[in-house]
């Protein structure tokens, strides 16, 4: 158990993470423009947007710009370390949102906890909490599972271990993968499970699309132009109620995934996911 002290270790900086608006600037916490004018360094994830975001806020950054994202995350963290354990005060922002969710950050954090430095933050959006806040799904519990993979036996691999996820989850998506994400959602899970799309949050064409999963792959596919902007996908967590299923049942489940071109071990974790019954029983029933 470590206990931070409130002024980090002897002759140690401060690390702030600091959250930016997901979309209008007028969302920005009033402590953002006090950080971005004092901070010794300001590590961006991207500095370009970092200058445009100071240009919004009318504010003129005195300390050192850095950049900090995913490629130089690893090579630039012993850096910032040196800065903090030099005393000074760095500032972390990514594009949007909370640093280390889902964006760079968490390394660096690691870094100073493991050196006594200590790390604070300025509260402010979050895509996550603002998504599931709108959702209209129950919030009395959830979890964050980031973005899914991007390839199709590695996504259905994890929506499998999920099937049974009894927490409302909120998912990262890129727009255009998201119509793969929920097609593949609403083969593991079913088409009736309730789910919120939610795109452009806070921004000028913010829209929540919600109603089961089925429901939002046809709203995904007839985008005349694709699914558009920044995306945040908030599911239903599985409800208590199991089906029992019958060893023809499962091998006629099987069977049939695997006339859609899966393979029958692909097809068995799939069924498993879908019907929440043991793979090794699944398993048993394909091959009786």
């Given at each position: 158990m470590t206990n931070q002290p409130t002024g980090g270790g002897v002759g140690a900086g401060v690390l702030v993470l600091a959250a930016t608006p997901i979309g209008r600037v007028a969302d920005a916490p009033p402590r953002l423009a006090e950080e971005l004018a004092t901070a010794d360094v300001v590590a961006a994830e991207d500095t370009r947007r970092l200058r445009r975001l100071t240009g919004d806020l009318g504010v003129t950054v005195t300390g050192r710009i850095v950049s900090y994202f995913e490629g130089n995350e690893t090579a630039r963290t012993p850096v910032l370390?040196?800065?903090l354990l030099a005393g000074e005060r760095v500032?972390?922002?990514t594009d949007a949102g909370m640093p280390s969710v889902s964006d760079p950050g968490y390394r660096l954090v690691v870094a100073a906890v493991d050196a006594d430095v200590r790390v604070t933050a300025v509260p402010g959006p979050s895509a996550v909490l603002t998504a599931l806040a709108v959702s209209g799904l129950p919030v009395d519990r959830f979890c964050f599972e980031g973005f899914l993979p991007r390839k199709a036996g590695e996504r259905t691999t994890i929506l499998t271990e999920l099937a049974a996820e009894?927490?409302?989850?909120?998912?990262?998506?890129?727009?255009?993968?998201t119509e793969a994400s929920l097609r593949a959602m609403a083969d593991v899970w079913g088409a009736d499970r309730?789910?919120?799309?939610?795109?452009?949050?806070?921004?000028?064409?913010?829209?929540?699309?919600r109603g089961g999963l089925g429901e939002l792959v046809e709203w995904a596919a007839n985008q005349e132009q694709g699914v558009r902007g920044e995306v945040t996908i908030v599911?239903?967590?599985?409800?208590?109620?199991?089906?029992?299923y019958a060893p023809n049942d499962l091998r006629a489940l099987v069977a049939a995934r695997q006339g859609d071109g899966l393979s029958r071990k692909d097809a068995?974790?799939?069924?498993?996911g879908e019907t929440g019954?043991?793979?090794?029983?699944?398993?048993?029933?394909?091959h009786s």
């Open positions: 370390l040196d800065a500032l972390l922002v009894r927490r409302t989850m909120v998912f990262f998506e890129s727009p255009h993968r309730p789910a919120a799309v939610c795109r452009e949050l806070t921004k000028t064409y913010e829209e929540v699309a599911v239903a967590g599985a409800t208590a109620e199991r089906r029992t068995i974790e799939q069924v498993a019954v043991r793979k090794k029983d699944v398993y048993d029933a394909a």
